[in-house]
């Protein structure tokens, strides 16, 4: 299954993996070709199927995680989903949905109004493909930053002129008086 750097299995990923694969198919399924899943029912998953496998019940937390993992969440799909209490239709998220002030706001109005589905997909996580779980990163706010200590060059190989004139001019030209020295 998924394993990170130093060999061990990813929990979340795995459990996550677990969890769509077992689930009643009318609170959480795969889609028709496995690339994405949904939540059928928010509540009743919250309720019923994460204490089974999260030392949580809380459907916020599980949707940070799956940030975390770079998963997208989807609107807009309808697809015919077959139980077996019989055939429905069921439409579910599948478009991307951008993070900004004003899509949190939508995404806080549609919670309110009663939506009871979501989907989520990634590249690597799909339906009979455990493998490719190991291929799933988890990202930090740090990790992606260009501005980030560890990946920012020093200075003069920045700016390559500044690092030459620094270099060429030894010390700063004229006396250089310390504080202690003038007695203030």
Request: hydrophobic fraction near 30%; glycine fraction near 4%; aromatic fraction near 10%.
């Amino acid at each position: 299954m998924s394993r990170n750097r130093t060999g061990l299995l990813n929990k979340f990923l795995s459990k996550t993996f677990h969890m769509i694969d077992q689930a009643d198919p009318e609170i959480a399924s795969w889609s028709a070709d496995g690339v994405y899943f949904t939540i059928h029912n928010i509540e009743e998953f919250s309720k019923t199927i994460l204490p089974k496998y999260f030392k949580h019940s809380k459907f916020t937390s599980f949707v940070r995680q799956l940030n975390f993992y770079s998963f997208r969440k989807l609107r807009n799909i309808t697809e015919t989903i077959e139980t077996n209490a019989g055939t429905h239709t069921q439409t579910d998220n599948t478009q991307q949905q951008q993070s900004s002030p004003s899509n949190a706001r939508k995404r806080r109005s549609t919670r309110s109004s009663g939506t009871t589905s979501v989907s989520f997909a990634h590249e690597f996580f799909q339906r009979h493909r455990p493998e490719l779980l190991s291929k799933i990163k988890r990202t930090t706010r740090g990790s992606s930053s260009a501005s980030s200590p560890s990946s920012s060059p020093p200075p003069s190989s920045s700016f390559p002129l500044f690092g030459q004139a620094a270099a060429a001019s030894g010390p700063a030209p004229g006396p250089v008086k310390s504080l202690s020295s003038t007695g203030a």
